[in-house]
């Protein structure tokens, strides 16, 4: 019994040796086979190419299509802003004032940083037939009015100025307030008593002040209530025309200016 080899132990050997003769073969043959793989690949890379262009093809044309989707979408948001908008006006009774006679075209020449909200320069002037006090617009919204005049110049006092101060009215309520800005680019419909509520989108207007400045010229949408201060409520009040964009805009002349340029 002595003389005679142990089982477990000729199992263990055996098993080693197996294990040995396996990491043998993995290390001995492993740079061969990783050349074999890199020599198949380098082999299948031209058949392959086709198939690879077309898949990033296909990506890209899944982007496009994405990137329209996103865009009729848009536009077509757009376009429904702007037949509620042309719902509202005629509901009020309000005519855009880019078709009243004597609108006269002027671009912006200059917009200081420090007053950006207050007020902008424009190439028209009094030999262009510009008044002080004129209502300027743009986008069919009135965006300011002129407060002072060269011959060839005008600077527009800005709806969003602290001193810009007019008279103007709710529409669809003849609630009268006055309209004023705050320096930041917030237009506010101020003196309403408390308690008072509009609708939002409820079209604001100028109210009848003087033969300069005609009513009706639409300022902006009711946009919510501010905060109650000295027992009056403001309420804030979106322009339909675009202020941080402003390159070119109509003043209104007067009906005597007219008369004299005909």
Sequence with gaps: MAGKLNPILVNSLVAAFCGLMLMWFSYAFQYPARAAADKINSMLYYPEL??????????????????????????????????????????????????????????????????????IRVDKGSL????????????????????RIGENYAWIELVTSSTFL??????????LGVINGDDIGNIWLMYMP???????DMLVSTA??????????????????????DGLTP??????????????????LSSNEEGNSS
Aim: proline residues 7%; glycine residues 10%.
């Design 166 to 175: 007019l008279a103007a009215v709710v529409v669809d309520t003849w609630d």
């Design 235 to 252: 309420f804030r009040v979106a322009s339909g025309a675009r202020l941080t964009q402003l390159y070119n805009v109509q003043i209104l």
């Design 50 to 119: 086709p198939a690879r262009e077309l898949r990033f093809l296909v990506q890209a044309a899944d982007h496009w299509m994405a990137e329209r989707k996103s865009l009729q979408e848009r536009a077509r948001m757009l376009e429904q802003e702007n037949i509620a908008l042309r719902t509202a006006l005629q509901r009020s009774g309000v005519s855009p004032p880019q078709s009243v006679p004597g609108l006269l075209g002027a671009s912006v020449t200059l917009r200081y940083p420090d007053a950006w909200w207050k007020e």
């Design 128 to 147: 262009q037939g510009v008044m002080t006090g004129a209502p300027v617009l743009s986008d069919g919204f009135m965006i300011g009015r002129v407060s």
């Design 194 to 200: 408390p308690g008072k509520e509009f609708s939002n």
């Design 208 to 229: 009848l002040v003087g033969d300069y400045l005609p009513p009706g010229i639409p300022l902006g949408l009711i946009a919510g209530p501010g905060e109650t201060k």
